[in-house]
Antibody, heavy 124, light 105 residues
Framework: QVQLVQSGAEVRKLGASVKVSCKTS????????ISWVRQAPGQGLEWMGW????????DYAQKFQGRVALTTDTSTSTAYMEVRSLKSDDAALYFCARDSCANTNCFGSTFDIWGQGTLVTVSS | DIQMTQSPSSLSASVGDRVTITCRASQSIGNYVNWYQHIPGKAPKFLIY???TLQSGVPPRFGGSGSGTDFTLTISNLQPEDSATYYC????????FGQGTKVEI
């Protein structure tokens, strides 16, 4: 059965970094990309970025470029998302999702399987 | 980026009702629209892709239509477990979600 299991809740101070993991199982890791989506309190879903698990290519939403880094470890079928220089409005529930786009220049991205979410709290 | 304007932001309906949620794209995107259901505290659930194709396992009371700039999600015979927030997502690049529609039953 296809599963994405994320790491547990994190508390960080303003200006710090946080790294969330997303361990996949039940499918060939490199056949799909991984997208990251967040939901701030009281807000909707916001796509943050995508990584090709095949070759490590990335694509970030403009507002996250330079502050978010997506990586993968194919030996453990795990994806990672790091957010640097945390601000108060980075406090959110972060999701990883299996993305049908495995390569760059792909249209029609679908997110068919999601992780359970990781709550990131930012304190002052 | 292509924006998605979703309406209404919330609605209240009764068991057995039929409800319609709409999404309008800021430019024509063919049928590159997907729909998701999100219940708080759970992972979002993938419902419909390519505007009208039901994902495997999704009850047939869910339906999608549209192309170009205007898209619709219809839920027929509303059930208590359909209480959730529904999001459209344009799957051009970069992907972007609508603002969500909270359905209360």
């Amino acid at each position: 059965q296809v599963q994405l299991v994320q790491s547990g809740a994190e508390v960080r101070k303003l200006g710090a970094s946080v790294k969330v993991s997303c361990k996949t199982s039940g499918y060939t890791f490199t056949s799909y990309g991984i997208s990251w989506v967040r939901q701030a309190p009281g807000q909707g879903l916001e796509w943050m970025g995508w990584i090709s698990t095949y070759n490590g290519d990335t694509d970030y939403a403009q507002k996250f470029q330079g502050r978010v880094a997506l990586t993968t470890d194919t030996s453990t079928s795990t994806a990672y998302m790091e957010v640097r220089s945390l601000k108060s409005d980075d406090a959110a529930l972060y999701f990883c999702a299996r993305d049908s786009c495995a390569n760059t220049n792909c249209f029609g991205s679908t997110f068919d399987i999601w992780g359970q979410g990781t709550l990131v709290t930012v304190s002052s | 980026d292509i924006q998605m304007t979703q309406s209404p932001s919330s609605l209240s309906a009764s068991v057995g009702d039929r409800v319609t949620i709409t999404c309008r794209a800021s430019q024509s995107i063919g049928n590159y629209v997907n729909w998701y259901q999100h219940i708080p505290g759970k992972a979002p659930k993938f419902l419909i892709y390519a505007a009208s194709t039901l994902q495997s396992g999704v009850p047939p009371r869910f339906g999608g239509s549209g192309s170009g700039t205007d898209f619709t999600l219809t839920i027929s015979n509303l059930q208590p477990e359909d209480s959730a927030t529904y999001y459209c997502q344009q799957s051009y690049t970069p992907p972007r979600f609508g603002q969500g529609t909270k359905v209360e039953i």
